[in-house]
């Protein structure tokens, strides 16, 4: 699952990686812009979601993130793997994998490295 939280309005990277992972024949849901942390809690629940990658390029991944992992958790989902891709500064993304992310992509990450992660996380073909 691709989420876009928040106010961000940037969304060509999360369609681009939403695409390369449907081509590397990955199931793909797209949950568009502007969604809560509930909302991306609640769709990934319902989906039965395997990851959920977070595309962020507004500058709120320390508040919106660690509610989308609190969300999951307290849904008995933490088996979810957490994903981040964006604009994330290093101490950040520091502190956000001790709170749960799996790994962080920033731009221009390969999309076949994106791939390989989650393929060998999830153990999704």
């Not at 940037?10 to 797209?30: N, P, Q, T, W």
């Amino acid at each position: 699952m691709i989420a876009k939280p928040g106010h961000d309005g940037h969304d060509r990277g999360a369609k681009i990686i939403a695409r390369a992972l449907r081509d590397a024949g990955m199931e793909v849901i797209y949950t568009g812009l502007h969604q809560t942390p509930e909302q991306i809690v609640e769709t990934a629940i319902q989906e039965d979601a395997d990851a959920v990658g977070i595309s962020i390029l507004s500058g709120a991944h320390m508040t919106l993130v660690p509610r989308i992992i609190e969300g999951l958790r307290a849904q008995g989902a933490d088996d979810v793997l957490v994903v981040v891709g964006g604009t994330i500064p290093a101490d950040d993304a520091a502190e956000l994998i001790e709170g749960g992310v799996s790994a962080i992509f920033t731009p221009g990450a390969p999309t076949g490295e994106i791939i390989e992660f989650l393929r060998s996380a999830t153990a999704v073909v």
